[in-house]
């Protein structure tokens, strides 16, 4: 799978963004997917995931209850609808497809797309 994630920008605090991740080749729709971030200096973190169907989503405690996670099969298309952002939001987001048994560690996901940088400012 190739992946692209885009929508990211410069937001003040307190803004919203949404990513989306969009995907090509193999079949989108039979892979659970997440995202994640990494800071400058700082190692990549997990963000939060979907499960193939969509049905059962999953994150990580500092962006719950701010951020919501989607996706979208007829698309081949997942998003990431941020709200409440934070200055320790500021990182590059990428979006994996999940090939391991975690949905929260990075060595569980494959096919890194880019990423794309979000800063919030303060």
């Known amino acids: 799978v190739q992946l692209q994630a885009s929508g990211g920008g410069l937001v003040q605090v307190g803004g919203s963004l949404r990513l989306s991740c969009a995907a090509s080749?193999?079949?989108?729709?039979?892979?659970?997917m997440g995202w994640f971030r990494q800071a400058p200096g700082k190692a990549r973190e997990f963000v939060a995931a979907?499960?193939?169907?969509?049905?059962?989503?999953y994150y990580a405690d500092s962006v719950k209850g701010r951020f919501a996670i989607s996706r979208d099969n007829t698309k081949n298309s997942m998003y990431l609808q941020m709200n409440s952002l934070r200055p320790e939001d500021t990182a590059v987001y990428y979006c994996?497809?999940?090939?391991?048994?975690?949905?929260?560690?990075?060595?569980?996901?494959?096919?890194w797309g880019q990423g794309t940088l979000v800063t919030v400012s303060s």
């Open positions: 080749g193999r079949i989108f729709s039979l892979y659970d």
């Open positions: 994996a497809h999940k090939t391991g048994r975690s949905y929260f560690s990075p060595i569980d996901y494959n096919d």
């Open positions: 979907v499960n193939w169907r969509g049905d059962n989503t």
